[in-house]
């Protein structure tokens, strides 16, 4: 079974300022696909960025960018120039390759970008 | 285009009564998919189904039914209430696009309270 670690279950920032948000995986899949998810107090759930394994390239999405060490089995989440409205709980996922579409997700990270 | 749309967003029940929390998406995804989060634990998953007609248990099944009648519906039930599942429940759908997955689009959540 997969396991997804996200280590820190609050962080701060201030506004303007970088922030990586930390997730590890367990699996001995070579196919798989990697999520980050934000949920603002609204409770709805929100992609954030997404990562192919088979892809070498780290994604990126506008201010959000992602580590990805396939070795490691290492994904980590990276805010720039953070916004009041980043302010969310950030959920970490993993979802196997083939037919099996099951989420695997991690207890999430509170992050608070303050003024 | 409404995506995932679930009903009702909150609900009071008490113990031992029943209840059905609604699903629909409208992007003619095969995979559907129940999570329940709670604080500290993520999102667990309860029941999927990929496709019309196939059903089969998650992480957390123990007191939930669902039954997938058409690509669109996926509902779940609650066959008797208990406080342990009080808890928020996501409906999620996702699907294969040219050989790659899509990410999961969630509905907006049930907060649910049993008591």
């Known amino acids: 079974a997969q396991t997804v670690t996200q280590s820190q279950p609050e962080m701060s920032v201030q506004e303007a300022e970088t922030v990586t948000l930390s997730c590890t995986y367990d699996?001995?899949?070579?196919?798989?696909?990697l999520f980050w998810y934000k949920q603002p107090p609204s409770r709805q759930m929100i992609l954030v960025i997404r990562?192919?394994?088979?892809?070498?390239q780290n994604a990126t999405e506008n201010r959000f960018s992602v580590n990805f060490q396939k070795a490691a089995k290492s994904f980590s989440l990276k805010i720039s120039d953070s916004q009041l409205g980043d302010t969310a709980m950030y959920f970490c996922?993993?979802?196997?390759?083939?037919?099996?579409?099951?989420?695997?997700f991690g207890k999430g990270t509170l992050l608070t970008v303050n003024p | 285009n409404a995506g995932v749309t679930q009903t009702p967003k909150f609900q009071v029940l008490k113990t031992g009564q029943s209840m059905t929390l609604q699903c629909a998406q409208d992007?003619?995804?095969?995979?559907m998919s129940w999570y329940r989060q709670d604080p500290g634990m993520g999102l667990r998953l309860i029941h999927y189904?990929?496709?019309?007609?196939?059903?089969d248990q998650g992480e957390v099944p123990n007191g939930y039914n669902v039954s997938r009648s058409t690509t669109e519906d996926f509902p779940l039930r609650l066959l008797s209430a208990a406080p342990s599942q009080t808890s928020v429940y996501f409906c999620?759908?996702?699907?294969?696009?040219?050989?790659?997955?899509?990410?999961?689009?969630f509905g907006q959540g049930t907060r649910l309270t049993v008591v």
């Open positions: 999620a759908s996702s699907s294969l696009r040219q050989g790659v997955r899509t990410e999961a689009f």
């Open positions: 699996t001995s899949e070579n196919n798989y696909y």
């Open positions: 990562q192919e394994a088979y892809k070498q």
């Open positions: 996922a993993f979802m196997k390759g083939g037919s099996n579409y099951k989420l695997t």
């Open positions: 992007m003619n995804h095969e995979y």
């Open positions: 189904s990929v496709g019309a007609g196939i059903t």
